[in-house]
């Protein structure tokens, strides 16, 4: 399956970073000299996707602005010769072609989902979920896209979530087809201690068909009264098939004040000008 498309969900509140996130977008939030959004769109990218549609909701405005020309900024560095800061601010702008739609009503994951049916109609397409950062040696997208390609179907990215955090995820029960991929057999969302499947947990990211729209259209609220897309997922893995790919690489959810830190640490030590630093910094702490 050729994946060209990309959906990235943006709307939630990011109610687990307030006040930080009251007016700013948690995806707006820096992980160093970047924006937390921006690494996501450079996954997608490096993944070889080539139009990307962010479902967004009020106060998402700074997102569409960080991915627009910036005349005032462009000027100032073109007059100072700083050719190197403007080729970076100039192909920020034209990285991919992006797009945007409202989700008027945050009806959950499955509903900002479902806004997307018209830019992705009967295509294939990858979802990376808005606030789940990667940190890969080959970009996480691309390890599902090249599975789902071999297998012609739908695909999720997967890792092991130890008991005390399963509760927190969605459950996977699945059966091995090689290595690191496995076929899904069913799924649910935040399950109860008995309910635990397996310990394998989707971590924001997917491939879809447009098979999703047909169960995702006619899904009642499920976990926490939201239209929840493991809900959906579950449906159609029972019409189509669709592996888990327990991808290489690490992942941070910045919608967590300690995922956040992580996240923020990690791209510090990886930083080419500052990374030396915080590595000499830290240990000077002698916590
Ligand atoms: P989260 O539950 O992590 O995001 O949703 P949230 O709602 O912002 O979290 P709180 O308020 O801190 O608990 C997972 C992904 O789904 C998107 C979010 O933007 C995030 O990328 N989402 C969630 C939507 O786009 N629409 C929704 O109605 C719900």
């Known amino acids: 399956m050729k994946v060209k498309k990309a959906v990235i969900p943006v709307a939630g509140l990011g109610t687990r970073m307030l006040p930080a996130t009251k007016v700013v977008p ?5 992980l160093i000299d970047k924006p937390g959004i921006q690494y996501i769109v450079e996954e997608a990218v ?8 962010m479902i967004t909701s009020r106060g998402k405005w700074t997102i569409e602005d960080h991915f627009d020309y910036a005349p005032e900024i462009e000027e100032k560095l073109k007059a100072a010769g700083k050719e190197d800061e403007l080729a970076m601010i100039r192909s920020l702008a034209n990285i991919a072609n992006i797009t945007f739609v409202r989700q008027k009503e945050l009806k959950g994951l499955g509903h900002a989902i479902w806004c997307a049916r018209r830019f992705t109609g009967d295509e294939p397409f990858a979802v990376l979920l808005g606030d ?15 599975a789902s390609d071999k297998f012609g179907a739908s695909a999720v990215g997967v890792q092991y979530v130890g008991n005390e955090d399963i ?3 969605c459950s996977l ?5 090689e290595n690191n991929l496995y ?6 969302e935040k399950p109860e201690p008995e309910q635990v499947m397996s310990n394998f947990a989707i971590l924001g990211r997917y491939v ?11 899904l009642p609220p499920g976990y926490g009264g939201e239209i929840q897309l493991t809900d959906g997922l579950n449906k159609l893995c029972a019409r189509e098939k669709m592996l888990a790919v327990e991808f290489s690489g690490k992942r941070y959810d910045t919608g967590n004040i300690k995922g956040y830190l992580e996240a923020t640490i990690q791209f510090g030590l990886m930083h080419p000008e500052a990374g030396e630093w915080l590595r000499d910094y830290l240990k000077s702490l002698k916590l």
């Open 26 to 30: 948690k995806e707006m939030l820096p």
């Open 46 to 53: 490096a993944s070889g996707i080539e139009d990307i549609l």
């Open 132 to 146: 789940d950062v990667m940190c890969a040696e080959i970009p996480v997208l691309k390890q599902l896209i090249d």
């Open 167 to 169: 509760g927190k995820y």
């Open 173 to 177: 029960d699945v059966e091995n087809i």
């Open 183 to 188: 076929l899904v057999k069913s799924l649910i």
């Open 208 to 218: 879809l068909t447009s098979g999703i729209y047909d169960v995702l259209g006619n």
